[in-house]
């Protein structure tokens, strides 16, 4: 895993609420034994019709979303399956990042286990986000803010742990790993 | 200081390093279960660093997702009625488990079935466990008195190399069940009561435990079905205290304590309902003498009514709401019984279990599927396919029109060939209706085993009472 410090990026806006993991990447996509190429069908069923064309109004489709790595969302987005290939299509496609009122409890963990940051804010920058589409917004992690295009800034939880992780870019197995005593020493004395 | 709940002592009996400011707690799992589709790249993560799996003993590994419901017996056959990707997985998680070193209740195995079926079958799923697996459906196993949640790939990987997890505790909720369900209404009622109150978001960061009163009425196999979609309520976990029932539905189970062993658990599994004092940091109640039959018309598992209610108007500024309505093909203020099915899907961890295929059978015995309505009927497990087929289910199924399969998890999500086709409306006993969750464009109603026959039978949804005596 990449450290993760700054994000410095145009958000792309889709203001639906209870946005589910179904929907990030639709089961047929899961046949897969990789994580790589899953981009491609992120939101395959709102990107693309039933011949494969795609869907002229939605937002991946507009040239503006070409490079964003900031999508901003409705509340409560990646509900449902705990697939972790939502996370990894996101990534895949490009982006670092989702802001939200409220993600998804497994989601959020998936994804901060690959670098891709659930940042929530409250219901007024989010209003203004949902209202700025393309606004050039920084996230940064090491003080877990945002800040907006006129300087404002806001905080946003970040659990401590997982902070470390992002900006070392370390996966939580060596902490696991490390702890092989005391796993021991819990084997032993509940056996 | 107040009492402890059932979460709050399971937790801390499995916590080997407790949380701190800077670190989460290091929690040890007692039972990991792995399937197909989220377990691969779990495994590719281990093969390249040299990691081997830390406990085969408490792992427990099937196939059930993208596995064909017609039968098979060998690669051979898979290879003519799988897709290729789907074959590729299957072939992928033989290997796997061969290289790790892991019992695989594969193809072809008298145990194999759905991961949330199989296990609680099997006795490997018992009170006080901590149970977790690459499924957001793992809450099934609260049922027991367990404390089991779904993970992503990257934690599969942490706990098949380490048996542990690291987790920050949850807040709890209780959810307290009282009064008693009227005929025609069901566990699959209660929990679509329950999200569609508390909303699909209503339990996101916190730990369901159900309580009350109607709880003693409710059988093992109807708690699983209401713990299987406590996250479609937003929580990861959601558990019954054991009882009476708990203990009686384990013994005799071939992975369950035997003799000596079993007095011990049993002495242990009493002491973990919470204490008359526990405290829970947010609590409903839902009466359950006032539900009806209920059933979805939306996009999510919230959008919910009873049966003979009215589809609910949108307010003006919820895009999402007119979004699933137009997707549904539904109208605002219309009743959603009437509306015409195209396929009926019995099946599911929520809905497949023995006493779900009596509950179909009860409504379909000496009737016909109305025409053009496909409906199937896909058992939990291999076991539950031979009780059913001893008990002449499947004969009662046949006969009515129906297609009798073999186990998986099917078209609740339309990965191994069974799907609704684009545009068509199904009645699903599964516990998502998003937007193509059972195939691209598929329209999804979710409801009970009775309400999924009632509405075969009159090709339109319909209310199960009317079919009952």
Known sequence: MEPVNKINSRTVVIPLDDVDTDQIIPARYLRTTVRAGLGENLFADWRYDKNGTKVADFVLNNDEANGAEILVTGRNFGCGSSREHAPWALLDYGFRAVISTEIADIFRSNSLKNGFLPVVVDEQTHEWLIKNPGAEITLDIESSTLVLPDGRSTSFPLESFSQYCLLNGIDELGFLMDNSASIDAYEEQTN | ?469
Request: glycine share 10%; aromatic share 6%.
């Open chain 2, 1 to 469: 200081m107040s009492g402890r709940s059932l979460f709050d002592k399971i937790w801390e009996q499995h916590v080997v390093l407790p949380e701190n400011s800077n670190t989460p707690a290091i929690l040890y799992i007692d039972l990991h279960l792995v399937h197909e589709v989220t377990s691969p790249q779990a495994f590719d993560l281990l093969r390249s660093n040299g990691i081997s799996v830390r406990r085969p003993d408490l792992t427990l590994a099937t196939m059930d997702h993208s596995t064909p419901t017609v039968p098979v017996s060998s690669l051979k056959d898979l290879k003519v009625v799988a897709e290729p990707e789907a074959f590729n997985q299957i072939v992928q998680m033989e290997k796997n488990c061969e290289e790790f070193g892991l019992e695989l209740r594969g193809l072809g195995n008298s145990e194999r079935g759905i991961v949330h079926v199989i296990a609680p079958e099997l006795g490997a799923t018992q009170p006080g466990k901590t149970i977790v697996c690459g499924d957001s459906h793992t809450s099934t196993h609260g049922a027991l008195g367990a404390l089991a949640f779904g993970i992503g790939t990257t934690e599969v990987y942490h706990v098949l190399a380490t048996q542990c997890l690291l987790q920050r505790k949850p807040k709890t909720f209780a959810i307290n069940l009282e009064g008693h369900l009227q005929s025609g209404v069901t566990a699959k009622d209660i929990i679509l009561g329950i999200i569609g109150k508390i909303g699909i978001d209503g339990g996101t960061g916190h730990a369901i435990e159900y309580r009350g009163d109607a709880v003693k009425q409710l059988s093992i196999e109807e708690r699983m079905t209401i713990c299987n979609m406590a996250i479609e309520g937003g929580a990861r976990t959601g558990m019954f205290a054991p009882d009476d029932s708990t203990y009686e539905y384990l013994y005799g189970r071939p992975h369950a304590p035997q003799d000596e062993a079993w007095d011990i658990a049993l002495k242990e599994w009493k002491m973990l309902p919470s204490d008359d004092d526990a405290q829970f940091d947010k609590e409903v109640t839902l009466d359950v003498s006032k539900l009806r039959p209920m059933a979805t018309f939306g996009t999510n598992p919230g959008m919910v009514i009873p049966i003979d209610g009215a589809i609910p108007s949108p307010s003006s500024s919820d895009q999402g709401f007119t979004k699933a309505l137009d997707y549904m093909q539904l109208e605002a203020g219309q009743p959603l019984a009437g509306s015409p099915v195209d396929v009926v899907f019995i099946g599911s961890c929520t809905n497949s279990r023995l006493s779900d295929l009596r509950a179909a059978a009860s409504v379909l015995n000496g009737r016909k599927v109305a025409e053009g309505v496909r409906t199937l009927i896909v058992p939990g497990s291999a076991q539950i396919k031979r009780e059913a087929e001893a008990e002449g289910l499947p004969e009662i199924f046949k006969a009515a029109g129906a297609e009798w399969r073999e186990p998986g998890c099917s078209m609740c999500l339309a990965m191994n060939g069974d799907f609704v086709p684009e545009g068509k409306l199904a009645v699903s006993t599964s516990n998502r209706n998003f937007e193509g969750r059972q195939g691209k464009g598929a329209r999804t109603i979710l409801a009970s085993p009775l309400t999924a026959a009632a509405s075969a039978i009159n090709g339109v949804v319909s209310d199960p009472r009317t079919f009952i005596s």
